[in-house]
Nanobody, 130 residues
Framework: QVQLVESGGGTVQTGDSLRLSCAPS????????VAWFRQAPGKEREFLAY??????????ADFVKGRFTISSDNARVRSAVYLQMNSLKPEDTAVYYC?????????????????????WGQGTQVTVSS
């Protein structure tokens, strides 16, 4: 079992930046990928970005390209994954979740889908005021 710990959320103003962190408690990541999703009140959870742990390949939802950047702390030992969020807007207000997989089974899956992930963090609230 992997416990993911997210941090970095908060309340900011339009145009501000935040950096979210996600780390597995007491260990390093061992799956194929780590992703960030978010869920706003009354809306479905939506994909933001994923980071492939072995290759460093990233992918983003179109609506965050150019504003959000996903990264890891160390190319050799992946102990944390970050989501840098710039030019925040009120519509970015949501609970942000990180997720990872077990590293077992096929690595060929749709990594932008929440169903590809096995472990989820508790979420961190991001509120952007106008």
């Amino acid at each position: 079992q992997v416990q993911l710990v997210e941090s970095g959320g908060g309340t900011v103003q339009t145009g501000d930046s935040l950096r979210l962190s996600c780390a597995p408690s007491g260990r390093t990541f061992s799956g194929y990928a780590v992703a960030w999703f978010r869920q706003a009140p009354g809306k479905e959870r939506e994909f933001l970005a994923y980071f492939m742990l072995n290759t460093g390949i990233t992918n983003y939802a179109d609506f965050v390209k150019g504003r959000f950047t996903i990264s890891s702390d160390n190319a050799r030992v992946r102990s944390a994954v970050y989501l840098q969020m710039n030019s925040l807007k009120p519509e970015d207000t949501a609970v942000y979740y990180c997720a990872t997989d077990t590293g077992m089974g096929s690595g060929a899956r749709l990594w932008s889908s929440s169903s590809s992930y096995d472990y989820w963090g508790q979420g961190t609230q991001v509120t952007v005021s106008s």
